[in-house]
């Protein structure tokens, strides 16, 4: 629901739930980790992978994945790249600590896999923050790895993070650089799980490499987070 009509928007009332804003961390200007704190958020069912769906104007939601999250206290951490393109970024990049929020969930679209011993996570940097939580929550004898394609000069910030996936340069062609990665380190019929996020076209074009390469479709879970030219997904 990424915008909505006035009178839709005052209907989803009642499911929308009130949070504060109680830490801000930048990592750069373009990396912001924000921390919401909210009682609809204590001890509730979540699994790596949930989403939230924020409301950024009064018509408008967004959707960001949590980051981090303190089940005792009901604290929940987004990180944010702040791109500069529609509401959403704007409004993110203008929370202060003490701000009140609106949002909705969080909800599944899809989860962290506890049962595959190798996972393979591909992205860019709107998927930091997922995979810092899968990261977080994989189990000991799980075998993480995977790369994000990032802008190059963004390179020391994602080191920053501690995410023990590969860090790609941007090539003129987007999603190249994580093409040309899967290609030269995944050999055909691998067993791990893949997890291919953000960017919606090089999700279909990264999906076809692993196709390419015998992988099963029901090893590779896909979530776009945005399209080029669209407004919310
Ligand atoms: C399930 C889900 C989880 C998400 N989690 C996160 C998260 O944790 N952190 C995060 O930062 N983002 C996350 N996103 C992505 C974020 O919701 C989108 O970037 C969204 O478009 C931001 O809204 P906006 O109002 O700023 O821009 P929109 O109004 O949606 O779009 C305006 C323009 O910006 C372009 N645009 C959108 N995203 C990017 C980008 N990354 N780079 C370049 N151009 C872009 C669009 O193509 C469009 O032309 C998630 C998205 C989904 C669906």
Do not use: C
């Amino acid at each position: 629901m990424p915008t909505l009509p006035k009178f839709v928007s005052d209907m989803i009332i009642p499911f929308i739930k009130k949070g504060t804003v109680t830490n801000i961390q930048y990592h750069s200007k373009h990396f912001k980790t924000v921390s919401f704190k909210s009682d609809s958020l204590k001890n509730i069912r979540f699994k790596a992978g949930w989403e939230i769906e924020f409301s950024v104007s009064d018509t408008d939601m967004r959707h960001y994945t949590i980051s981090a999250y303190d089940k005792k206290n009901g604290i929940v951490e987004v990180l944010f790249y702040l791109h500069q393109k529609g509401p959403g970024s704007f409004w993110a990049s203008n929370l202060n600590i003490n701000d009140k929020v609106h949002f909705m969930g969080p909800g599944k679209k899809i989860s962290l896999d506890e049962q595959a011993s190798s996972l393979v996570f591909t992205g860019d940097e709107t998927t930091i923050g997922l995979y810092l939580m899968m990261q977080q929550r994989s189990r000991p004898n799980q075998q993480v790895s995977g790369a994000i394609e990032i802008q190059k000069e963004w390179n020391n910030v994602i080191d920053e993070f501690g995410l023990k996936l590969t860090t790609l340069s941007r090539t003129d062609n987007r999603g190249e650089a994580l093409v040309n990665w899967l290609d030269e380190n995944i050999s055909s019929n691998d067993k791990s799980v893949f997890y291919l996020t953000g960017h919606a076209k090089t999700i279909q074009t990264t999906r076809a490499v692993l196709k390419s390469k015998n992988i099963a479709s029901s090893k590779i879970i896909t979530r776009p987070y945005w399209a080029d030219g669209k407004t919310g997904l």
